[in-house]
């Protein structure tokens, strides 16, 4: 699967932005789907996650009732909608495909480029 992040950009404490991920190839419906992020000078990190059926969701603790992801099987596409965004959040943000639902950055076999999110006070 071929992935392709969009949608960061610089948001104000307290904004919102909505990231989208193309997905390329036939079995994008069979997979789960993740977001993680990246830091300056830190680890990448889980933020959620989204099984193949949309059913069930992941979701990192430090963004959750702030963050949803969701996916539409017919579009290709992954979603991650950020409400209420601040500074900690800046990062630059990956969407990824893994065979099953996982918090594991390495079981991700696929990965998109990135999309950088700056969240300004």
């Known amino acids: 699967v071929q992935l392709q992040a969009s949608g960061g950009g610089l948001v104000q404490a307290g904004g919102s932005l909505r990231l989208s991920c193309a997905a390329s190839?036939?079995?994008?419906?069979?997979?789960?789907m993740g977001w993680f992020r990246q830091a300056p000078g830190k680890e990448r990190e889980f933020v959620a996650a989204?099984?193949?059926?949309?059913?069930?969701?992941y979701i990192q603790d430090s963004v959750k009732g702030r963050f949803t992801i969701s996916r539409d099987n017919v579009k290709n596409m992954v979603y991650l909608q950020m409400n209420s965004l601040k500074r900690e959040d800046t990062a630059v943000y990956y969407c990824?495909?893994?065979?099953?639902?996982?918090?594991?950055?390495?079981?991700?076999?696929?990965w998109g480029q990135g999309t950088l999110v700056t969240v300004s006070s």
């Open positions: 990824a495909a893994a065979p099953f639902l996982t918090t594991m950055t390495t079981s991700y076999d696929d």
């Open positions: 190839g036939r079995t994008f419906s069979s997979k789960a």
């Open positions: 989204i099984r193949w059926s949309g059913e069930t969701t």
